[in-house]
């Protein structure tokens, strides 16, 4: 008997349902994995840079529904505009505003952009955050999405691309990439279940969130992905129940009652 479980049919079919499930649980780790080994192999390694947390946070605040060239040349404006991150915190939010305007959504990016780094000098004295690396993980995560603007995503590059702290962070491409390999739903936060099955490996953790979104932009579009140009076809689930990479309306299988 295990666990009051006595060894009926009733029982062997219970306990076969457990070993499948742990099966599964064990491969979407194996899984994720070997989705970073392939990316890895297609586009090679991702070139890493180790950002200033406020810059980074500034950067990363522009980038929101932007092309990285246009989050670049808002920043450049906004360095070339004001000189320092100091000077725009006290700059007006007109002026900030025009200025980042080739990033797009410029008033709602302005007042983030001030407000979070207002937030900072009120809560530290100094435009600094090398303090979180003496918080814990979770500690440092509260403490950035409490900024204005900041959320999940944000906080996560900051902690990962500034920091090396173990956090992977989720934007549309890599949502969109692992829900149609069936890891994670194409609803709610993707943070948690992706930072479930990932080790505690920043280096992996950063190598997959960029070259993830790189397959996601140059490959794995919305609509009509080239599939047959993927080095995930494999093993994607999306491609395996829906059977064309043709059609227009993309789906994840999860949130179609697939896998998991």
């Given at each position: 008997m295990i666990h009051g479980i006595g060894?009926?049919?009733?029982?062997?079919?219970?306990?076969?349902?457990?070993?499948?499930?742990?099966?599964?649980a064990m491969n979407d780790t194996s899984k994720i994995m070997w989705i970073a080994d392939r990316l890895v192999e297609q586009f090679g390694e991702a070139a890493m840079e180790i950002l200033?947390?406020?810059?980074n946070l500034v950067?990363?605040?522009?980038?929101?529904?932007?092309?990285?060239?246009?989050?670049?040349?808002?920043f450049a404006s906004l360095m070339k505009a004001f000189g320092s991150i100091d000077r725009v915190r006290l700059a007006p939010l007109d002026k900030i505003a025009e200025v980042i305007q080739v990033g797009g959504l410029q008033q709602q990016k302005s007042r983030s952009i001030r407000g979070a780094l207002e937030m900072i000098m009120q809560?530290?004295?100094c435009l600094d955050l090398t303090f979180l690396n003496d918080l814990s993980l979770s500690s440092a995560r509260t403490w950035l999405t409490a900024l204005p603007g900041v959320g999940p995503k944000t906080a996560g590059i900051v902690l990962l691309f500034s920091f090396n702290r173990p956090f992977f962070p989720a934007d549309t491409h890599i949502r969109r990439v692992m829900s149609r390999m069936g890891l994670i739903s194409e609803r709610g936060d993707p943070h948690p279940p992706l930072n479930k099955l990932l080790p505690a490996d920043p280096a992996l953790m950063q190598q997959l969130h960029l070259l993830t979104i790189r397959l996601g932009r140059?490959?794995?579009?919305?609509k009509k992905p080239a599939c047959g140009e993927c080095s995930l076809s494999s093993k994607c689930l999306w491609l395996?129940?829906?059977?064309s990479a043709s059609k227009d309306a993309v789906t994840s299988p999860i949130s179609k009652g697939g896998s998991r």
């Amino acid at each position: 008997m295990i666990h009051g479980i006595g060894r009926s049919d009733n029982a062997l079919v219970v306990l076969q349902a457990i070993a499948i499930y742990a099966r599964f649980a064990m491969n979407d780790t194996s899984k994720i994995m070997w989705i970073a080994d392939r990316l890895v192999e297609q586009f090679g390694e991702a070139a890493m840079e180790i950002l200033d947390p406020i810059e980074n946070l500034v950067l990363t605040i522009l980038s929101q529904n932007t092309t990285d060239v246009n989050r670049d040349r808002a920043f450049a404006s906004l360095m070339k505009a004001f000189g320092s991150i100091d000077r725009v915190r006290l700059a007006p939010l007109d002026k900030i505003a025009e200025v980042i305007q080739v990033g797009g959504l410029q008033q709602q990016k302005s007042r983030s952009i001030r407000g979070a780094l207002e937030m900072i000098m009120q809560e530290r004295g100094c435009l600094d955050l090398t303090f979180l690396n003496d918080l814990s993980l979770s500690s440092a995560r509260t403490w950035l999405t409490a900024l204005p603007g900041v959320g999940p995503k944000t906080a996560g590059i900051v902690l990962l691309f500034s920091f090396n702290r173990p956090f992977f962070p989720a934007d549309t491409h890599i949502r969109r990439v692992m829900s149609r390999m069936g890891l994670i739903s194409e609803r709610g936060d993707p943070h948690p279940p992706l930072n479930k099955l990932l080790p505690a490996d920043p280096a992996l953790m950063q190598q997959l969130h960029l070259l993830t979104i790189r397959l996601g932009r140059e490959l794995c579009h919305p609509k009509k992905p080239a599939c047959g140009e993927c080095s995930l076809s494999s093993k994607c689930l999306w491609l395996q129940t829906d059977g064309s990479a043709s059609k227009d309306a993309v789906t994840s299988p999860i949130s179609k009652g697939g896998s998991r």
